[in-house]
């Protein structure tokens, strides 16, 4: 469900009535929204004598999104069960600038990624050495994710574990200097990426994404930089915006890293939205090195 189509279903749903300025003042959410509610779903809402009121149809919607976006808190077992799987892990490699997160932030990464309601509108994962479809998995979340993968022990992993865990998940191996699929195009809701370090490799993911998502889409994205060169988050800054996404959340610090002492083995979470100005750009290509260390010689 739309982030702003919950808000407003929060708020009326605990009314008897209300206005549409109250229901703006109340959500945060802008009259257009509300009205592009009103259209997209008029079974939802009633006006009456100038006052408008969820109906059942509108009640049972929120009810089942909130349902969704409830997830367990990150406690011991939660932990041991990640831990399990995430030590069958193969070296990170460093040529693809693999960095293992901490299993208690990639836990509360994928957390978040609940709590926001991105994994209820189709959520594909650019890259997957944190393991968050597990994660996701583990905190409750079976319905299928899509991952893009390029090392292939990572994806026999990911299968692996899916299948013992009893999640639908979608695992492709895939080089994201290629075009995505043609079949996955445009279909996503949310994409998530903690992509490489070098600015070429992080436009190229994020050009990845524009490929994927809807028109109505976010993108979620973890990265970097030390205190000492804040120059290079910037820049990163300056490329979603560039590449047509607007930043509506940033989570300073939210994952460490078993390793990235350079940027203070630490990452900021940012929430985007694309906007009409993201243009898919199909012949996307890398101009400098994909990854920091090296540009790794495609997998065949």
Request: glycine share 8%; net charge neutral.
């Amino acid at each position: 469900m739309d982030d702003g189509y919950f808000k407003i279903l929060r708020v009326v749903s605990g009314h008897g009535g209300l206005s549409a300025d109250a229901i703006v003042r109340a959500s945060g959410e802008a009259r257009t929204v509300l009205q592009a509610l009103r259209e997209a779903k008029p079974d939802w809402l009633v006006e009456r004598e100038g006052l408008l009121r969820c109906t059942e149809k509108g009640f049972e919607a929120y009810c089942r999104e909130a349902y969704a976006r409830e997830v367990k808190a990150v406690d011991a077992e939660a932990l041991a069960a990640y831990a399990r799987i995430a030590a069958r892990r193969p070296p990170a490699d460093r040529a693809l600038d693999q960095v293992y997160a901490t299993a208690d932030t990639a836990l509360e990464r994928a957390r978040v990624l609940v709590s926001h309601g991105e994994t209820q509108r189709g959520l594909c994962l650019l890259g997957d050495d944190d393991l968050t479809s597990v994660a996701l998995g583990i905190l409750g979340v079976t319905r299928r994710v899509t991952v893009l993968e390029i090392d292939e022990r990572l994806t026999a992993l990911l299968e692996t574990a899916s299948e013992e865990l009893g999640l639908d998940r979608k695992i492709v191996r895939h080089d994201l200097r290629d075009p995505t699929p043609r079949e996955l195009r445009g279909k996503f809701g949310a994409v998530f990426t903690d992509p490489p370090y070098a600015i070429e490799g992080f436009r190229l993911f994020v050009a990845r994404a524009t490929e994927l998502l809807r028109e109505d889409g976010k993108l979620i994205v973890s990265f970097g930089q030390s205190r000492r060169s804040v120059e290079r988050g910037l820049e990163k800054q300056r490329a979603l915006v560039e590449l047509g996404y607007f930043i509506e959340e940033v989570k300073p610090d939210l994952v460490r890293y078993d390793g990235a002492e350079s940027i203070g083995a630490s990452s900021s979470l940012y929430v985007c939205r694309r906007t009409p100005l993201a243009k898919v750009e199909r012949e996307a290509r890398v101009e400098g090195d994909l990854y920091s260390a090296r540009s790794p010689k495609r997998r065949k």
